[in-house]
């Protein structure tokens, strides 16, 4: 199980529809009737951007115009959440601690910069909405005239406040908190996901957006592929000339006529058969519970013969179970 961090940037003009979903101002998709929601910091009838301008005042920023107004990001929002199979076991009393504990950790981590922090237990997994201000110090080169340059003089800076996600958020500054945000919840049995930036090759995180896809429209697919699989009863005569003597089993389907031979395989084949398409069926109902153990463990035990029909389809499960835990 995994403690989940997820960033994401957002620019002036973006607020107000965050703002919409995180205190469910307007309908929101993928959100459970009646489950529960509230702002756990900040002013609940304040706007995102009343807080933030408010921030920034605090830090006595000037507030970008013009060009510099649309190009700048106003916002850094996190989402403090874990793995799905840890809310499935976690008690009532275990689910308040974390959420406290998730609190904490944000005031502590951001400080000044916190604006506001909305919880939701309204969709998929109880997670924390957390939105910062990208504010920092940086010093700026005065301008040097060309009298001064020819004087050999040292060039001056001047210290300014500023809103600069780029220069507050690197790749190491976020790789550090991902760590820090495991290491804070590593007593829930709660660990860091991998570097991502150091195995790209290896690590391939799916988005939100795409889980969703993944299970309103590709699971669909897969789930009619097997089903008509299953209700073909696998057209074996085509796999009979790939089909390997490896096993006793095997040697014994040489000695019966075609009919007895295809019936004892998909006798061999039909306990796999019924865990793929459970699995699908519980991906369909609810992806976050899945047990792929129990399809692997059905397919190893079946003869070599229902392996060698049941591969590609076995292979298109496997695949679509990595998609799911990514």
């Not at 921030?55 to 920023?61: D, E, Q, V, Y």
């Not at 939701?120 to 110090?137: G, M, Q, R, Y």
């Not at 908190?177 to 049995?189: I, M, P, Q, V």
């Not at 040489?254 to 007895?260: A, E, Q, V």
Request: aromatic share 8%.
């Amino acid at each position: 199980m995994y403690s989940i961090i997820r960033t994401k940037y957002h620019k002036k003009q973006k607020l107000t529809s965050v703002d919409n979903h995180n205190r469910r101002i307007t309908p929101q998709k993928n959100v459970r009737e009646g489950g529960e929601f509230y702002r756990a910091f900040g002013d609940p009838k304040r706007s995102l951007l009343d807080l933030i301008n408010e921030r920034i005042k605090h830090f006595g920023i000037e507030v970008p115009t013009g060009k510099m107004a649309v190009r700048t990001n106003f916002a850094m929002e996190f989402v403090l959440t874990a793995s799905p199979e840890f809310f499935d076991n976690c008690s009532d009393e275990e689910l308040e601690q974390w959420k406290k504990d998730q609190i904490i950790f944000a005031k502590e981590k951001f400080k000044g910069r916190l604006v506001a922090i909305d919880y939701h237990n309204d969709e998929l997994s109880p997670h924390f909405h957390v939105t910062t201000i990208p504010a920092v110090k940086v010093k700026k080169k005065n301008r040097q005239g060309k009298k001064q340059k020819a004087r050999g003089e040292k060039p001056t800076y001047t210290t300014v406040k500023k809103l600069s996600q780029s220069t507050l958020y690197t790749p190491a500054t976020l790789e550090k908190l991902c760590t820090e945000y495991a290491e804070h919840n590593a007593k829930y049995g709660l660990k860091r996901g991998e570097f991502r930036r150091q195995n790209r090759e290896h690590v391939d995180h799916t988005s939100l957006k795409n889980h969703r896809n993944l299970v309103s429209k590709d699971l669909p697919v897969q789930r009619k592929k097997l089903e008509d699989l299953i209700s073909e009863h696998i057209k074996l005569e085509s796999k009979n000339r790939h089909l390997e003597i490896a096993n006793k089993e095997v040697s014994e389907l040489l000695f019966m006529n075609n009919s007895d031979a295809i019936k004892k395989i998909a006798d061999y084949a039909e306990p796999v058969l019924k865990m793929m398409k459970k699995f699908t069926d519980d991906a369909m109902s609810n992806a976050e519970t899945l047990n792929f153990d129990e399809v692997e463990s059905a397919y190893s035990k079946s003869p070599k013969i229902a392996q060698n029909v049941l591969e590609e389809s076995y292979s298109d499960v496997v695949k679509l179970n990595n998609r799911l835990r990514r």
